[in-house]
């Protein structure tokens, strides 16, 4: 089991800067590759960023150049740098967990991050 607590949401202005920060407990985090999603309202979740057990990160075409997903295994936390904020940013953001050998998936809870003037 992995339990994970996102945090560092909340209201900025377009062209601002968010650090999110996914704090997981209950099993050996760097097992798990880990991944943020978000959600906008009347939208489904989409994948944002992720990075694999070994470093290696991907990210979607709108969020490219912008945001940075990084891992820091000595502290159980994965984090999601987002610059250059736009509106169309706005979603709840979701931090994964993901066991590439036994396919188990956890999921936080979520944290909203609007971007508005």
Known sequence: QVQ????????????GSLRLSC????????????????????????????????GSTNYADSVKGRFTISRDNAKNTVYLQMNSLKPEDTAVYYCNANHP?????????????????
């Not at 996102?6 to 209201?11: I, Y």
């Not at 050998?101 to 003037?117: F, N, Q």
Request: no cysteine; hydrophobic share 40%.
């Open 23 to 54: 704090a997981a407990s209950g099993s050996i985090f760097r097992l798990y590759a880990m991944g943020w999603y978000r959600q906008a309202p009347g939208k489904q979740r989409e994948l944002v960023a992720a990075i694999t057990r070994g």
């Open 4 to 15: 994970l607590v996102e945090s560092g949401g909340g209201l900025v202005q377009p062209g």
């Open 101 to 117: 050998l036994t396919t188990a998936d956890y999921w936080g809870k979520g944290t909203l991050v609007t971007v508005s003037s």
